[in-house]
């Protein structure tokens, strides 16, 4: 027995003494051949750790370094990735998984090692918080000679690309601002409520002049890229835009199209359900910068303050003719509508939303007003520095035909060249929108010629209306 023990017993326990002992001085031995290596090396590294140390909220720079890692040109390298679908996201997102490496060479050629790594915390209290599960980072290897380079300029591009990369996949999003439900919230008025932005208008598809387009498409790109421009001369980052035209002449769908062309978020403001200057205050403040702020039909939302006004006045002047004991009363009523003429937007206000002095809270803003009728609209409020730029959206000609034409129909001027002719002409005296041409062009998909003839009908009979009205004038 005493043989048995000595000879299996004290071997294995010894074995295993062996073991654990080894187990607690791995750490150390590990942390001393870092330092080792690290003397000797020439290579730095940075780590990244998804959580900082706040925990609960993933670190924006990890973030945007996985953003700028899965960009194609360098998540080719590796072999692992892991795909998943964010609720803001388009697309489905791949990323390089756990334990892989990435060479990348920076534009100023230097090479650095890319690794996304993981490893277990090393305290065993439970937490829920999500930082404390398996922890992932990044780690960035470079020569020592590249250190600053890294630093002062690779780093800060990383982030940059990362950012935009982020900014160019996420859904962009429509709010209206709808009013609160009393239930819900101590704070009365409307608030921003948003849906996915999924509108299919594009500058392609928009019928109008070439060059007006162009020149429209340039100075949104101008604008885009002007941060630089806008902090040179001092002015905050915003552009208004006034849309004016007839009915059915593409105002909103040239908001759609300016939305999708920058990929940003659209504020739709109901002008009319906002309580008071107070409120619409409370409401661009809650905006966010790359974003349309768009007042839809200024001239109706401003119409109904200048009529509240006016039933004001009437009011006053009905009190004058009664008895003074009556007028006392109708005073003393007249007094509490004028409190509760705060309740209203005013033009004042109206105008401080567009340029006052929060308006610099944040920049990469633009505001649109769409209008049909753009001389309703007092001088003030339109003037160039608030509102920009003034576009006209006009009936169709020929141009902006031509554009429907291969929208609707995918055809071109050569093969239907004397039907596009005559319409050409028509369309040079007559006013139609391109709402309607559209609706004659997508009556019978099937049958192009059918479309035209229908369509050249129509302008027909419009001419021979816009005589007769001329004749009876
Ligand atoms: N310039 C255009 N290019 C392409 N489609 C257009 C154009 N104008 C109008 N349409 C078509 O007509 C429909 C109505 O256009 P839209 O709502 O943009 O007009 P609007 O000028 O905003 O009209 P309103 O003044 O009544 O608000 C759109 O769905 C669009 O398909
Ligand atoms: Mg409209």
Same mark, same amino acid.
């Given at each position: 027995?005493?043989?048995?023990?000595?000879?299996?017993?004290?071997?294995?326990?010894?074995?295993?003494?062996?073991?654990?002992?080894?187990?607690?001085?791995?750490?150390?031995?590990? *942390? +001393?051949?870092?330092?080792?290596?690290?003397?000797?090396?020439?290579?730095?590294?940075?780590?990244?750790?998804?959580?900082?140390?706040?925990?609960?909220?993933?670190?924006?720079?990890?973030?945007?370094?996985?953003?700028?890692?899965?960009?194609?040109?360098?998540?080719?390298?590796?072999?692992?990735?892991?795909?998943?679908?964010?609720?803001?996201?388009?697309? @489905?997102?791949?990323?390089?998984?756990?334990?892989?490496?990435?060479?990348?060479?920076?534009?100023?050629?230097?090479?650095?090692?890319?690794?996304?790594?993981?490893?277990?915390?090393?305290?065993?209290?439970?937490? &829920?918080?999500?930082?404390?599960?398996?922890?992932?980072?990044?780690?960035?290897?470079?020569?020592?000679?590249?250190?600053?380079?890294?630093?002062?300029?690779?780093?800060?591009?990383?982030?940059?690309?990362?950012?935009?990369?982020?900014?160019?996949?996420?859904?962009?999003?429509?709010?209206?601002?709808?009013?609160?439900?009393?239930?819900?919230?101590?704070?009365?008025?409307?608030?921003?409520?948003?849906?996915?932005?999924?509108?299919?208008?594009?500058?392609?598809?928009?019928?109008?002049?070439?060059?007006?387009?162009?020149?429209?498409?340039?100075?949104?790109?101008? +604008?885009?890229?002007?941060?630089?421009?806008?902090?040179?001369?001092?002015?905050?980052?915003?552009?208004?835009?006034?849309?004016?035209?007839?009915?059915?002449?593409?105002?909103?769908?040239?908001?759609?199209?300016?939305?999708?062309?920058?990929?940003?978020?659209?504020?739709? @403001?109901?002008?009319?359900?906002?309580?008071?200057?107070?409120?619409?205050?409370? @409401? &661009?403040?809650?905006?966010?910068?790359?974003?349309?702020?768009?007042?839809?039909?200024?001239?109706?939302?401003?119409?109904?303050?200048?009529?509240?006004?006016?039933?004001?006045?009437?009011?006053?002047?009905?009190?004058?003719?009664?008895?003074?004991?009556?007028?006392?009363?109708?005073?003393?009523?007249?007094?509490?509508?004028?409190?509760?003429?705060?309740? =209203?937007?005013?033009?004042?206000?109206?105008?401080?939303?567009?340029?006052?002095?929060?308006?610099?809270?944040?920049?990469?803003?633009?505001?649109?007003?769409?209008?049909?009728?753009?001389? =309703? *609209?007092?001088?003030?409020?339109?003037?160039?520095?608030?509102?920009?730029?003034?576009?006209?959206?006009?009936?169709?000609?020929?141009?902006?035909?031509?554009?429907?034409?291969?929208?609707?129909?995918?055809?071109?001027?050569?093969?239907? &060249?004397?039907? +596009?002719?005559?319409?050409?002409?028509?369309?040079?005296?007559?006013?139609?929108?391109?709402?309607?041409?559209?609706?004659?062009?997508?009556?019978?998909? =099937?049958?192009?010629?059918?479309?035209?003839?229908?369509?050249?009908?129509? @302008?027909?009979?419009?001419?021979?209306?816009?005589?007769?009205?001329?004749?009876?004038?």
């Amino acid at each position: 027995m005493a043989e048995l023990w000595s000879a299996i017993v004290v071997p294995v326990l010894a074995f295993l003494l062996g073991l654990v002992t080894l187990a607690m001085n791995q750490a150390r031995i590990k *942390l +001393f051949m870092n330092k080792i290596t690290a003397y000797f090396s020439s290579y730095d590294r940075i780590t990244i750790p998804e959580y900082g140390a706040e925990r609960l909220r993933r670190s924006e720079l990890f973030v945007a370094v996985e953003a700028y890692l899965s960009d194609d040109t360098r998540i080719h390298a590796a072999r692992k990735l892991k795909a998943e679908l964010g609720s803001e996201e388009k697309k @489905l997102q791949a990323s390089i998984d756990d334990d892989q490496e990435i060479i990348v060479t920076s534009d100023a050629g230097v090479t650095l090692w890319w690794y996304a790594e993981t490893e277990f915390p090393k305290s065993n209290v439970m937490s &829920f918080s999500p930082g404390d599960e398996k922890r992932r980072f990044y780690r960035v290897i470079f020569h020592k000679s590249n250190r600053k380079y890294v630093l002062d300029t690779y780093l800060p591009e990383v982030i940059k690309k990362g950012r935009a990369a982020i900014a160019e996949n996420r859904q962009h999003r429509l709010f209206t601002n709808i009013p609160r439900s009393r239930s819900s919230s101590y704070v009365e008025g409307t608030c921003w409520t948003p849906v996915a932005f999924q509108h299919p208008a594009s500058f392609e598809k928009l019928a109008m002049d070439p060059r007006e387009k162009k020149a429209i498409m340039d100075d949104l790109n101008d +604008f885009k890229e002007g941060k630089g421009y806008y902090d040179q001369v001092g002015k905050a980052w915003k552009r208004g835009y006034l849309l004016f035209g007839p009915p059915g002449t593409g105002k909103s769908t040239m908001v759609a199209a300016m939305a999708n062309h920058l990929k940003y978020d659209v504020y739709d @403001l109901e002008l009319t359900a906002v309580k008071n200057n107070t409120e619409l205050r409370r @409401l &661009f403040v809650e905006t966010k910068g790359k974003s349309i702020i768009v007042i839809e039909d200024i001239d109706r939302s401003l119409d109904l303050t200048v009529k509240r006004s006016g039933k004001k006045k009437k009011a006053n002047k009905e009190s004058s003719s009664e008895s003074d004991s009556m007028t006392l009363l109708r005073k003393a009523d007249d007094k509490l509508k004028d409190d509760d003429s705060s309740t =209203k937007v005013t033009l004042s206000g109206l105008l401080n939303f567009i340029d006052g002095l929060w308006s610099a809270c944040g920049g990469e803003r633009i505001i649109i007003f769409t209008t049909n009728n753009k001389d =309703k *609209l007092d001088p003030a409020l339109i003037r160039r520095g608030r509102m920009d730029k003034h576009i006209e959206m006009s009936y169709c000609r020929y141009e902006a035909f031509k554009v429907l034409a291969t929208n609707y129909l995918k055809i071109e001027e050569h093969q239907f &060249f004397e039907l +596009f002719g005559e319409i050409q002409q028509l369309l040079e005296k007559v006013d139609m929108s391109p709402a309607d041409v559209a609706e004659h062009l997508i009556t019978n998909k =099937k049958d192009t010629d059918a479309c035209l003839q229908g369509l050249l009908a129509a @302008l027909y009979i419009v001419k021979e209306k816009a005589k007769t009205v001329e004749a009876a004038q």
